[in-house]
């Protein structure tokens, strides 16, 4: 069964002491893109020195992500976090028609529509696969303002070392058998919306328990539907440049350490090799969803650092 919730659910799963200090609340803002209408969530700081943009995964949604995206405030930032195409409360007139290049279109049009606004320094999150989805954008949208990645994880799947994580169906093996097929999907199937708890391994999302069936029943996230076509063109994708051409940006790898979905062994191969300045920093003891101690402080802690010297 499929539930509605809001952002206060999930900070509800924060630790006490970091559930106090999460109290900027997500203003609803629109912003038209294509035929479509895509929600962002704000925490609105005119007076920050620091912009940040959070950008969720597969079965998210800025309200799962707020957790974040309220933190990330209550250092001082000025926050955003978009619902992309087929997740969220964003409109979208055909869902069976997204892809996943239509994300890394519209996260790069937004950084270009977002500087254009707003001169101030911008960091870019990705959360799970948002994490690659966050460095083609920037490197696709090449603006100034942008000036720090910092990812999750970098899950790359045209790295077979990936493939166990994107099937919930005998994982790696049943990805070797099924891609040749997948490629192939006809215009009927490549419409067919099937609900993602399906295909993938959702129950990984988070070690607590009562995040990961959150994540997996929020029919905004997680227990929504997925177009096949989705999912074959991300499995088929390949990042805008090629790490070892990188260097739009420093980036920061913040992987959780008790991942027990995309283990840090799926992104380091591809970390290691990007050109840019680059951190590497293991969130102890914290899952997929990073909501565990001594993770989470050591993420806040990235994030004030961060702030302090974009500032």
Known sequence: MTTLYDHSDYTACLPPHWRTRANALPQATWWPWRDMTLHIARAPNPAAPVRMLILHGGGGHSGALWPAAALAAEIGYDVLAPDLPGYGQTRVPDPAAVRYPDWVDCVADLLRAESAADPRPLIVVGASMGGLLGYSAIARAGVPSVTHLVATCLLNPADPVTWPALSRWGGAASLRLLRPLMRRLGPRLSRLRVPLRWLVPMTRIANDPRLSHLCSTDVRGGGGRVALGFLSSFLFSVPEVAPEEFSAVPVTLIHPGDDRWTPASMSLPFFERIAADKTYIELEG???????????????DTLERLFQHYA
């Open 286 to 300: 914290a899952g997929h969803f990073p909501v565990e101690e001594p993770g989470i402080t050591q993420m806040h």
